[in-house]
Every structure is written in structure tokens, then in C-alpha cells.
């Protein structure tokens, strides 16, 4: 059954719902329903079920008038989520890294994830590091990491 004028599919209602929770991990449940189109009744309800389908959806509720919806900081664990407009800035970031191994990894990685990228070849890259220099990164950057060396 096709919505009516004005009315939203379940299925755009849902990808809205996601969406959303990636921008922002809590919303007010009337701010999430104005946001998505929707009322708010028929967001609880899909909220709920969402929730019991094993979305990570946390519920506080400090009065019927106030409840907010959130999902947990780690939501999408094992993932970094970037928007569209900051990929390019990341591209010219990640090509400025000196070439090794783990640049050329990175880079594959991003590139073979953008849907239909247009990435320009042109880059300004630093010399590779010698060998020594990798080994010697690696021990300060272990050291910064567990407090051995201080800002």
C-alpha cells in the first residue's frame, strides 16, 4: 500500500530514524518526530519495535512531557562514520601521510568504501620514512600512549 500524500513510507521513516541517531545519539521525542515527518505516537511505536528488533535505543523519561531517546557512543561499534563533505578534507589529510604501507592501506581502504568517487590523483606527498624512522615512531607513539612521555 502506497502512503498517502503527505505521509511517509515505513521504509523512509526507518532510514530517517538511523539518520538521525547518526547525526545526534539523543533527541527529544517531539524534536525526532518533527524531524522525521512523523507523529509522535507513530515514532514511539516504531522506536519500540525498533528497540525490541535489538536496536540499542535507550529510553529516559523524566516526565510524560520530556522523554528522550538515545543510542549508545559506541553505536556502529568497530566504525568511524565521516559525512560527505568531510571526506575530501580526509582524502587531502590522508595523501599528505608519508608513503608506506600504512598509508597505501588506509588510502585503499577509504577509497574502495566512497560510493562512486571522484578522487583526485594529484596529492603533495612526504618522502617515505626509512625503516629506523618507522621503528623509532612506533616506540613514541607507545610511550605517548601509555603515559611514558607527557605532552
Given at each position: 500500500m502506497?502512503?498517502?500524500v503527505g505521509q511517509r513510507s515505513?521504509?523512509?521513516t526507518l532510514a530517517g530514524?538511523?539518520?538521525?541517531?547518526l547525526a545526534k545519539r539523543t533527541w527529544?521525542?517531539?524534536?525526532l518526530a518533527r524531524e522525521l515527518g512523523i507523529g509522535v505516537e507513530a515514532?514511539?511505536?516504531?522506536?519500540?519495535?525498533?528497540t525490541e528488533k535489538g536496536m540499542p535505543l535507550e529510553r529516559d523519561e523524566e516526565d510524560r512531557s520530556r522523554v528522550y531517546w538515545s543510542v549508545p557512543?559506541?553505536?556502529?561499534?568497530?566504525?568511524?562514520?565521516f559525512k560527505r563533505e568531510e571526506v575530501p578534507e580526509l582524502l587531502r589529510q590522508?595523501?599528505?601521510v608519508p608513503q608506506g604501507p600504512g598509508r597505501k592501506r588506509l588510502l585503499d581502504l577509504v577509497l574502495a568504501r566512497l560510493p562512486r568517487a571522484k578522487v583526485s590523483d594529484v596529492a603533495v606527498v612526504p618522502a617515505a620514512p626509512r625503516p629506523e624512522e618507522e621503528q623509532?615512531?612506533?616506540i613514541v607513539e607507545q610511550s605517548r600512549a601509555t603515559g611514558l612521555l607527557s605532552r
Open positions: 502506497l502512503p498517502s515505513t521504509t523512509e530514524i538511523y539518520q538521525a541517531f527529544r521525542q517531539p524534536e515514532l514511539r511505536r516504531m522506536l519500540l519495535e525498533l557512543a559506541d553505536w556502529f561499534p568497530e566504525s568511524v562514520l590522508l595523501r599528505r623509532f615512531l612506533d
